[in-house]
T-cell receptor, first 112, second 112 residues
């Protein structure tokens, strides 16, 4: 994967607890994205960032917040996790010169 | 973004060419065709993209019909490692965030 690290790779948590997923890039790309993938739905965009402290909502943003305090880090927070947020979460980056996305390896999140 | 239609699944014998079709009959003149693939449990991987001319790179060839209403991704000599879900996406280049929408794609099974 093109210089993208997601952590943790796997997490099990309980309903109602806060969870933060981290995406770290070494490519100095301007844009960063969080997607979730569920069976039968393909990948759906949660939030994205177009620069430090600049973020916007995607298709399925309810229940999620994000922060980007540094170019290389994009955090996804579930303030109070629910079972419907059990999913595989992928971080992606892009330069902006075209529509090519580079994805991380994913985080498997289970909310019990 | 124009809607795309892909077969749910396809099979291909190892060593043969895999031809994956995609229909995008409502494509606009400024929209590109992108192909990504996702090997089991990994993040999607960019393959190729094109506007109206046929394109080839080290991974695949992309053939776009003259009316641009459909395209075919060709893997010239499929191997078992090409078994994956292949996504066809149509989107105009915006010069901003690449908010690509991934559908459910075509599941390609390469067999011995």
């Amino acid at each position: 994967d093109a210089g993208i690290t997601q952590s943790p790779r796997h997490k099990v948590t309980e309903t109602g607890t806060p969870v933060t997923l981290r995406c770290h890039q070494t490519e100095n790309h301007r844009y960063m994205y969080w997607y979730r993938q569920d069976p039968g739905h393909g990948l759906r965009l949660i939030h994205y960032s177009y620069g430090v402290k600049d973020t916007d909502k995607g298709e399925v943003s309810d229940g999620y917040s994000v922060s980007r305090s540094k170019t290389e880090d994009f955090l996804l927070t579930l303030e109070s996790a629910t079972s419907s947020q059990t999913s595989v979460y992928f971080c992606a980056i892009s330069e902006g010169s075209n529509e090519k996305l580079f994805f991380g390896s994913g985080t498997q999140l289970s909310v019990l | 973004d124009a809607k795309t239609t892909q077969p749910t699944s396809m099979d291909c014998a190892e060593g043969r060419a895999a031809n994956l079709p995609c229909n995008h009959s409502t494509i606009s003149g400024n929209e590109y065709v992108y192909w990504y693939r996702q090997i089991h449990s990994q993040g999607p991987q960019y393959i190729i993209h094109g506007l109206k001319n046929n394109e080839t790179n080290e991974m695949a060839s992309l053939i776009i019909t003259e009316d641009r209403k459909s395209s075919t991704l060709i893997l010239p000599h499929a191997t078992l490692r090409d078994t994956a879900v292949y996504y066809c996406i149509v989107r105009a280049y915006t010069g901003t965030a690449s908010k690509l929408t991934f559908g459910t794609g075509t599941r390609l099974q390469v067999t011995l």
